[in-house]
Every structure is written in C-alpha cells, then in structure tokens.
C-alpha cells in the first residue's frame, strides 16, 4: 500500500511541476546571426534552446543580444454580435394574445432572418479582422544587449528564470539571496 501511495505521489508532483512549466521564446542574436527557439537552459558557458531541429547550444561568448517573448495561444475568432429572432428577449404579448416583436412588429419573415444573420457574419468578420491584429502583437517580456566581457555571463544569468529547466528545478536559495538583495536596496533607499 505504502508503495502505491508513494507512486501515486510521485506521478502527481511530477504532473505538477510540468503543468506549471511555461515555456518562453528565446531569440538570441549572435555573431553568426539569430537563433531562435524554446529557452531551455543556460549555463556558465552555454545557452541551450529547443527549435524544430532539436537541441541548440548556443556558446555564451558569442552572444549579442537576448529577446524573450511568451508564446502566445492560436487566435479563436470572436463572435462578437448575435442575432437570435426567436429569443424572449425581443417578444412580449399585445392585447389580441399574439407574440409580437417589442417594437410592434410581427416575427420577421424568412428573408427578414436571413439578411439579418448575413449582417451580424458580416459584422463578426469586420470584427475578427480589427481584432486579429490586435492579438498578434506580443511584446518582449524582457530584452538586453550584452556589452564586456567580464559582466556577460552575470547578464544572461537573470533571465534563468524564464528557462525551462529553472521552472523545473528552482534554485530556491539563490532567490532568497536576490529577495534580500532587494529587501537591503530598499531599507537603504529610505
């Protein structure tokens, strides 16, 4: 029993973790030219990215830049106006008993419905085509050009955080040291 518990524990914190994993875009700019893929992991000598051909290291000395982006879901189409002649919202009894339109006007008539559902397509399409767009654009969560040498691994060190093997295996004591670091500016700023 003892042993059923524990797998099912372990199957548990390990769906766990994966589920909280987001994976970032990762565009590096380098001597050679841009690489871009999944941010997997980066190290002292290397980054490590994930793209359609697999696995990519890349070498930390020849880094110029360093855009990440949050992948964005695929875009559903909105519908954004509805025409439904039937709903109770649009009838109300007159005095005769007939159900008549809230303005007075009979039920619509079978080319009156479909002109009306022609008109909210038309509608929602002009709608999706302003909206689109607007969906496409995805900001860079955070960017940074590597200057020296000597402070470039320091640089690319903080955006660990957004790769997916840190979202696995936090380093918890590091970003206790960095919440005090900033804990101290702040006391000090006051």
């Not at 929602?124 to 767009?133: D, G, K, Q, R, Y």
Request: a positive charge; charged letters at 25%.
């Amino acid at each position: 029993m003892e042993f059923i518990l524990n797998t099912v524990f372990a199957l548990y914190s390990v769906i766990r973790l994966h589920a909280q994993t987001k994976p970032y875009l990762l565009a590096i700019k380098t001597n050679s030219g841009t690489v871009k893929g999944i941010f997997y992991k980066v190290d002292s000598s290397f980054i490590l990215i994930e793209n359609r051909e697999g696995f990519i290291s890349v070498n930390t000395n020849d880094v110029k830049s360093i855009r990440i982006r949050t992948a964005k879901k695929n875009y559903r189409l909105k519908k954004v106006f509805k025409y439904n002649p039937y709903d109770d919202s649009n009838y109300e009894r007159n005095i005769n008993g007939y159900r008549v339109r809230k303005w007075g006007v009979r039920d619509p008539t079978l080319k009156e419905q479909i002109n009306e559902h022609v008109a909210t397509g038309m509608l929602n399409v002009a709608a999706n085509v302003i909206l689109f767009p607007l969906h496409l654009i995805n900001p860079y969560v955070a960017k940074v050009k590597v200057k020296g040498l000597e402070s470039r691994f320091s640089e690319i060190q903080t955006f660990e955080s957004y790769s997916v093997y840190y979202q696995e295996n936090p380093n918890l004591k590091r970003e206790l040291e960095q919440l005090k670091d900033v804990g101290k500016k702040l006391s000090l700023k006051q």
